[in-house]
């Protein structure tokens, strides 16, 4: 009895040990199936004015606002368009929702009183019972928001009037301090982590070369290389697979005036268009799928671009960052 006692409190120790890993262990969860998306309100012209934040690309492509009336809804489904529903409705202008990591929050962008853009999340640990909780309060606009593979914390972008540059910016998903990551020389939008939560991806804007790359950093801001070479278009709304390995986003071509989606090694290698004819952009794998935006739907496809299916009804208005 004693020899199968601790036989049972070994097994419970190391697999104990093995989940606390490093401090970030939410890699070694199994992702979420889950996604998230915005369904927007009638359209009309509330709120439709450019922001200083907006990339180049995203002025030139008329993603300058936003053509909701502030009826918006933010909307759970499957990677596979079952199991829709509605989280929460009657929100004011949102302009961006992404789950975390182990789908257990949502986080998104929506619009104060005074009409700049605040950090709020869901939980979502009781369906029938959700707020929305404020994080950030600064009279300035905070951008795509994403949680850390922990939940600790959330990252985003903001512009810095003092650098003329958007730039890398945590805040605990507690609220507080806002930090900023620095990037000289530099505008860096969507940032996201990579599942061990040690690296930072982002679409990095070069007003020297008017270039715009994906690129990656240490979490602390350190080390920062170059993941893709755009030339004349602008690589932009990175996302890391669930095993670190690649990284999908899409790429506004300047000689079509259209994105697709295309994924990348993360070291740079084996670049791949999986969307054509300007059919795709705002890339996000969700674990085994990847879920992208296309003509007001959000669609799905096989990483390797087959299977390419719409998962949302072509009556609605649904994308996770401004359509």
């Known amino acids: 009895m004693r020899t199968l006692l601790l036989g049972l409190f070994s097994l419970w120790l190391a697999v104990g040990l093995a989940a606390c890993g490093s401090g970030n262990h939410a890699a ?14 009638v359209a009309g012209s509330a709120g439709a004015q450019e922001r200083d934040h907006l ?33 929460t409705n009657q929100l004011n202008i949102v302009g961006s929702v992404q789950l ?10 929506a619009e104060d009183n005074h009409t700049y853009l605040q950090i ?57 301090l806002e930090s900023q990551i620095a990037t000289p020389n ?33 979490a602390n801001g350190s080390r920062l290389t170059t993941i893709t070479h755009a030339g004349n278009d602008y690589d932009e709304m990175p996302s890391v697979s669930p095993d670190g390995k690649s990284v999908v986003f899409d790429r506004w071509s300047a000689a079509t005036t259209q994105a697709d989606v295309f994924a990348v090694g993360i070291n740079g290698s084996t670049l791949k268009q999986l ?12 674990n085994d799928r990847i879920v992208y935006c296309f003509d007001g739907k959000i669609w799905a496809m096989s990483p390797d671009g087959t299977g390419q299916i719409a998962l949302t009804p072509s009556d609605k208005n649904d994308y996770w960052f401004w359509d």
């Open 186 to 218: 530099l505008a860096a939008y969507f940032p996201t982590y990579t599942p061990d939560g040690g690296k930072i991806v982002f679409a990095a804007y070069d007003p020297a070369s008017d270039s715009q790359t994906i690129r990656m950093m240490n």
């Open 55 to 87: 990339s180049p690309r995203l002025r030139v492509f008329g993603h300058n606002g936003f053509d909701s009336t502030g009826n918006d809804s933010i909307v759970l489904m499957k990677n596979d368009g079952t199991g829709t529903t509605t989280l």
């Open 275 to 286: 969307t054509t004819g300007g059919s795709g952009w705002g890339p996000v794998w969700v």
């Open 120 to 176: 709020y999340y869901l939980d979502l640990s009781n369906l029938r019972k959700i707020k929305p909780v404020q994080v950030t309060t600064s009279p300035e606009d905070h951008v795509a928001p994403r949680f850390s593979p922990d939940n600790s914390t959330i990252i985003f972008y903001k512009f810095v009037p003092a650098q003329n540059l958007a730039q890398v910016f945590t805040v605990s998903a507690s609220g507080g």
């Open 28 to 41: 070694s969860l199994m992702p979420t199936s889950n996604v998230v998306f915005i369904r927007a309100g």
């Open 100 to 109: 975390s990591w182990d789908g257990a929050k949502a986080v998104f962008m």
